[in-house]
Nanobody
Framework: QVQLAESGGGLVQPGGSLRLSCVAS????????MGWYRQAPGKQRELVAS???????NFGDSVKGRFTISRDNAKNTVYLQMNSLKPEDTAVYFC?????WGQGTQVTVSS
């Protein structure tokens, strides 16, 4: 059984930054790719960023140049650093691991 626990969401003004964290337990963390997805009200869940066990990274088009993803295999943790946030980044952000999802953390960008 795999558990994913996200944290770091909240309310931030446009142009601000947040860092999300996801701690994985119950698995061999460094053997698999990890990712972040988001879902805004009335929209489909979309890829934000993913990172392979080797460190190769993929970003969704809407966040390129603003967000970064990293992982600390020793801590079983993946991070999402979000800079230059926009109101359209408002969504529930989910951590993903093959076959599993976290419970999600709300990010709201508003003045």
């Amino acid at each position: 059984q795999v558990q994913l626990a996200e944290s770091g969401g909240g309310l931030v003004q446009p142009g601000g930054s947040l860092r999300l964290s996801c701690v994985a337990s119950g698995t061999i963390f460094n053997m698999y790719s990890m990712g972040w997805y988001r879902q805004a009200p009335g929209k489909q869940r979309e890829l934000v960023a993913s990172i392979t066990r080797g460190g190769s990274i993929n970003f969704g088009d809407s966040v390129k140049g603003r967000f970064t993803i990293s992982r600390d295999n020793a801590k079983n943790t993946v991070y999402l650093q979000m800079n230059s946030l926009k109101p359209e980044d408002t969504a529930v952000y989910f951590c993903s691991y093959p076959g599993y999802w976290g419970q999600g953390t709300q990010v709201t960008v508003s003045s």
